[in-house]
């Protein structure tokens, strides 16, 4: 771990304390996990306190771990994933928190602190139904009006639940069940017999 590293490993132990859930260095960056309960507490604190001034965030995302781990995951199920930058003191952090409740996920908006995260969180909502408490206009963002389900969500199925027509009798779009029957795909694979530069059977 460089020094920089454990400098800021270090200032967020003194800063948080008990509010890390974990704190974990891997590939050259650093990850925190909060609980929900800490989470807009922590975000503020990231941005505000003269040891971390985080005052960026550059993205943040809804993660569905379900079937993380070939479905050996035991922990919650959603989690939003920020990814935050200190000018002030060039390092970066990722910082994550999961939403207690599998079945209806709701974590803070921290839209208050970094309001770049407007569009990001609704996009997480959209694609993973997670919600952020105080956002001031969670609409979906990518999908259409109508849509059902979030598709980014492990257990959407591929086809999804409708699809849509124009129909000229009613002069609109409209809704209907999927009709197409789900398929898996097994791709062929054809080689010559000439594969690998020389014919099976004639090595000189």
């Not at 839209?111 to 990001?120: A, E, G, K, L, P």
């Not at 969180?121 to 694609?127: N, T």
């Not at 129909?167 to 010559?192: F, H, L, N, S, W």
Request: proline letters at 5%; a negative charge; one cysteine or more.
């Amino acid at each position: 771990m460089s020094a920089k590293l454990e400098m800021l490993c270090q200032n967020l132990q003194n800063v948080l304390g008990d509010r890390i859930v974990s704190l974990v260095t891997a590939l050259g960056q650093v990850t925190l996990v909060v609980d929900a309960a800490d989470y807009l507490f922590v975000a503020k604190t990231l941005r505000n306190h003269p040891d971390l001034r985080f005052d960026q965030c550059i993205d943040l995302c809804g993660v569905d771990y379900s079937t993380y781990g070939d479905g050996a995951w035991q922990g919650r199920r959603f989690a939003a994933v920020s990814q935050l930058l200190s000018v002030e003191k060039n390092w970066r952090l990722r910082l994550r928190v999961f939403a207690p409740d599998d079945d209806f996920p709701v974590v803070d908006s921290v839209i208050d602190v970094w309001n770049s995260v407007n569009w990001f969180e609704r996009e997480a909502f959209d694609l993973l139904g997670i919600m952020f408490s105080g956002h001031p206009d969670l609409r979906r963002i990518l999908t259409d009006y109508g849509f059902i389900g979030h598709p980014f969500r492990k257990d959407f199925p591929i086809s999804g639940y409708v699809e849509m027509q124009y129909d000229p009798a009613q002069k609109r779009v409209v809704y209907q069940p999927v009709t197409i029957e789900p398929r898996e795909i097994t791709p062929r694979i054809i080689r010559e017999e000439t594969f690998g530069g020389a014919k099976q059977g004639n090595h000189g």
